[in-house]
């Protein structure tokens, strides 16, 4: 067990509404990730976290803004949602001497109608 | 060419068989990689990481050839709880850039 919750688990929600999903740890990491997983191709990386209020993009960062305020919370924000952004997201920490290896949190399904 | 490729797949296998999955990578300047291997709606889980001497844990055994870069997976004696996705990864920049990918899965049938 990694420490890492993801919420909501579920979410279903409409078009050009705003939706925040929250990774929390408990084991004080620096890195955290944000992916989206979708059929045909596999994981890609949203956004990453290298410490408090430092976040850069990943290969497909465009619709989406991150803030990380404290060390265990990561939060994925997609300011208007749009059905491409159907995905199962999964939040990681980075671990081991050079933060190398990743563990995954539980991810998110999140529809958008 | 896509940064990092894996069998298609399936691959669907009698208990006790010995299987083996490869993986491919553009990117020379990659400095680490992974086997991971994740269930049917669930979250990717570390299976390995593998070293350039070759590593072995249990049934499984890893192998990465830098020169041809190329990743390999080898299971023995195959199991029902093997039936799984494998998904290589690809590390390019410490604590950034983790490539993953398609994933490959496997069937482990009775």
């Known amino acids: 067990d990694a420490g890492i919750t993801q919420s909501p688990r579920h979410k279903v929600t409409e078009t050009g509404t705003p939706v925040t999903l929250r990774c929390h740890q408990t084991?004080?990491?620096?890195?955290m990730y944000w992916y989206r997983q979708d059929p045909g191709h596999g994981l890609r990386l949203i956004h990453y976290?290298?410490?408090?209020?430092?976040?850069d993009k990943g290969e497909v960062s465009d619709g989406y803004s991150v803030s990380r305020s404290k060390t265990e919370d990561f939060l994925l924000t997609l300011e208007s949602a749009t059905s491409s952004q159907t995905s199962v997201y999964f939040c990681?920490?980075?671990?081991?001497?050079?933060?190398?290896?990743?563990?995954f949190g539980p991810g998110t399904r999140l529809t958008v109608l | 060419r896509k940064e990092v490729e894996q069998d298609p797949g399936p691959f669907n296998v009698p208990e006790g068989a010995t299987v083996a999955f490869n993986c491919t990578y553009s990117?020379?300047?990659?400095?680490?990689f992974f086997w991971y291997r994740q269930d049917c709606r669930k979250e990717p889980k570390l299976l390995m990481s593998?070293?350039?001497s070759g590593n072995e844990d249990g049934r499984f055994t890893a192998q990465l050839n830098r020169a041809s870069q190329y990743i390999s997976l080898l299971i023995r004696d195959s199991k029902l709880s093997d039936s799984a996705t494998y998904l290589c990864?690809?590390?390019?920049?410490?604590?950034?850039?983790?490539?993953f990918g398609p994933g490959t899965r496997l069937s482990v049938l009775p």
């Open positions: 990681a920490i980075g671990r081991g001497l050079e933060t190398d290896t990743q563990y």
């Open positions: 084991e004080n990491h620096r890195y």
């Open positions: 976290s290298y410490g408090v209020k430092d976040t």
């Open positions: 990117n020379s300047a990659s400095q680490s």
């Open positions: 593998v070293y350039s």
């Open positions: 990864v690809v590390n390019i920049r410490r604590g950034q850039n983790f490539v």
